[in-house]
């Protein structure tokens, strides 16, 4: 049974208007923020390496396997 952080959670963006530290079909790292959730905003780890919040519809969330999820956090 894989132990996973209840708190890491991935994206993929499907949508950038306006968003220049976007990329269309990349995974995105979400921290949680109840506060922007209850506005439909997810708060996003983007290309710039900071945390910004985006409006949720411009995501879709994935599953990943462990391997990948500790890939993807290893090389943040």
């Known amino acids: 049974m894989r132990s996973k952080n209840k708190e890491t959670r991935f994206v993929v963006c499907v949508?950038?208007?306006?968003?220049e530290d976007l990329e269309v079909r990349k995974i995105y790292q979400v921290l949680p923020d109840e506060a922007a959730a209850e506005d439909d905003y997810i708060r996003?780890?983007?290309e710039s390496g900071e945390?910004?919040?985006y409006p949720a519809s411009y995501f879709f969330s994935v599953e990943l396997p462990q391997a990948a999820e500790e890939a993807l956090l290893s090389a943040a």
């Open 44 to 46: 996003v780890i983007d």
């Open 15 to 19: 949508k950038i208007e306006g968003c």
């Open 51 to 53: 945390d910004y919040l």
